[in-house]
């Protein structure tokens, strides 16, 4: 009930085109959903984040659409660059518990 | 602030040896937590402590110590270390309360013989 299903497991898209990478979670608990982004050699860093009051939140080039009922989100990349190539998790934790992640989207950019 | 620092960045250990990991935040979170992070497993975590002189078991404990005598500091140890705990390590820290930031730093990379 813990786990958070990621997919897929690689990307690759075209410059300026869209990534679309889906979560899935089975706690009803979970009450906060961030994506990170990281790097190689880097440690992941917080990207953009969603709770579930609201259906879609957007910075930028990103955006998290959330469907409570379904219980997933999923993480949209528009005119993706290069150097968005990265590996993205998402995750989920409730009321500031510990965090459970995905496994993980490694995503290439081509140019 | 220099955030989140772990040392050493890499390390080769022979089985059965023993070594701790360190962790320092300059950013007076109460919470910090170690994950270990294998291919298409993503993150899991192995220990956490949410202020000093508290510490609790994550997901993946066995063979891993933590402790935690001041804010800032979170060492994980080895106790006697296994081919199977060959990974990459990374510390993390936030502030508590719901949808606080989760700060980590740049990673350990272990390497057990």
């Known amino acids: 009930q813990q786990q958070v299903k990621q997919s897929p497991q690689s990307l690759i898209v075209q410059k300026g085109g869209i990534s679309i990478i889906n979560c899935a979670y089975e706690n009803t608990a979970f009450d906060y959903f961030p994506w990170y982004q990281q790097f190689p050699g880097k440690g992941p860093a917080l990207l953009i984040a969603i709770r579930p009051d609201v259906s879609e939140k957007k910075e930028g080039r990103f955006t998290i659409s959330f469907n409570k009922s379904a219980k997933q989100f999923s993480l949209h990349i528009m005119d993706s660059q290069p150097g968005d190539s990265a590996t993205y998790f998402c995750a989920a934790s409730d009321y500031g518990q510990n965090f459970v992640f995905g496994p993980g989207t490694r995503l290439s950019v081509l140019p | 602030n220099a955030g989140v620092t772990q040392t050493p960045k890499f390390q080769v250990l022979k089985t059965g040896q023993s070594m701790t990991l360190q962790c320092a935040q300059d950013?007076?979170?109460?919470?910090m937590s170690w994950y270990r992070q294998d291919p298409g497993m993503g993150l899991r975590l192995i220990h956490y402590?949410?202020?000093?002189?508290?510490?609790d078991q994550g997901e993946v404990p066995n063979g891993y110590n933590v402790s935690r005598s001041t804010t800032e500091d979170f060492p994980l140890r080895l106790l006697s270390a296994a081919p199977s705990q060959t990974s990459v390590y990374f510390c993390?820290?936030?502030?508590?309360?719901?949808?606080?930031?989760?700060?980590f730093g740049p990673g350990t990379r272990l390497l057990v013989l």
């Open positions: 993390a820290s936030r502030s508590t309360g719901n949808g606080e930031t989760q700060y």
């Open positions: 402590s949410v202020g000093a002189g508290i510490t």
């Open positions: 950013m007076n979170h109460e919470y």
